[in-house]
């Protein structure tokens, strides 16, 4: 079973910054580098959605809407490791983040981090 373990959330205040990282675990049949990588958020009472993305080899990143020019996704290949770099955090990031690993139809989630932006 891959695991995807996520990291690096907490409590900031507005305008501050965190970066989170997701973790990939090694196994057998499981080629990180073989899957784009998205990060998504879910706020109370809200649904699941997708923030940021990034293709397998990193050439190509797409994001939201309401994250453009404050949040950087990336990823490094070598440590099984996607990031998500968060700047001008505003009170409305406040969110469970999730990183999910896609490859076709198959997909595996992480167990989520929290994320309090407030002051």
């Known amino acids: 079973q891959v695991q995807l373990v996520e990291s690096g959330g907490g409590l900031v205040q507005p305008g501050g910054s965190l970066r989170l990282s997701c973790a990939a675990s090694k196994f057998t049949g499981f080629t990180f580098s073989s899957y784009s990588m998205r990060w998504y958020r879910q706020a109370p009472g809200k649904e699941r959605d997708m923030v940021a993305s990034?293709?397998?080899?990193?050439?190509?990143?797409n994001y939201a809407d309401s994250v453009k020019g404050r949040f950087t996704i990336s990823r490094d290949n070598a440590k099984n490791t996607v990031y998500l770099q968060m700047n001008s955090l505003k009170p409305e990031d406040t969110a469970v983040y999730y990183c999910?690993?896609?490859?076709?139809?198959?997909?595996?989630w992480g167990q989520g981090t929290q994320v309090t932006v407030s002051s």
């Open positions: 999910k690993a896609q490859m076709g139809s198959r997909g595996y």
């Open positions: 990034i293709t397998n080899t990193g050439g190509s990143t």
